[in-house]
């Protein structure tokens, strides 16, 4: 099993950004796919972007594609999230997650462990 903690939200203008960090213990993060999901007020949880085992391959959102980047470092268990041209609209709980899956995976019923979540909010 492994834990997964997240860090590094806070309160950022519009187009500003931030680095999300999510360390993980328990078990070896090269173990996993990961990702990132998100969950505004009164809103579900939804994809963000994910990374495979070896960081080789990535896959974005939408919303996401061209400002955020995703990337790990097995050596240090950890993976992050490069949030560049925040916009109001990415205000969210942020949520880290693991897979035990061999492919990039987009569906959140896919991810057996989560972070507690780091909230972003990003003013006009």
């Known amino acids: 099993q492994v834990q997964l903690v997240e860090s590094g939200g806070g309160l950022v203008q519009a187009g500003g950004s931030l680095r999300l960090s999510c360390a993980a213990s328990?078990?070896?993060?090269?173990?996993?796919?990961m990702g990132w999901f998100r969950q505004a007020p009164g809103k579900e949880r939804v994809f963000v972007a994910t990374?495979?085992?070896?960081?080789?391959?990535?896959y974005y959102s939408d919303s996401a594609k061209g400002r955020f980047t995703i990337s790990r470092d097995n050596a240090k268990n950890t993976v992050y999230l490069h949030m560049n041209s925040l916009e109001p609209e990415d205000t969210a709980v942020y949520y880290c997650?693991?897979?035990?899956?061999?492919?990039?995976?987009?569906?959140?019923?896919?991810?057996?462990?989560w972070g507690q979540g780091t909230q972003v909010t990003v003013s006009s």
């Open positions: 997650a693991a897979s035990r899956v061999y492919m990039i995976v987009s569906v959140k019923d896919d991810y057996e462990y």
């Open positions: 328990g078990r070896t993060l090269n173990n996993y796919v």
């Open positions: 990374i495979s085992r070896s960081g080789e391959s990535t």
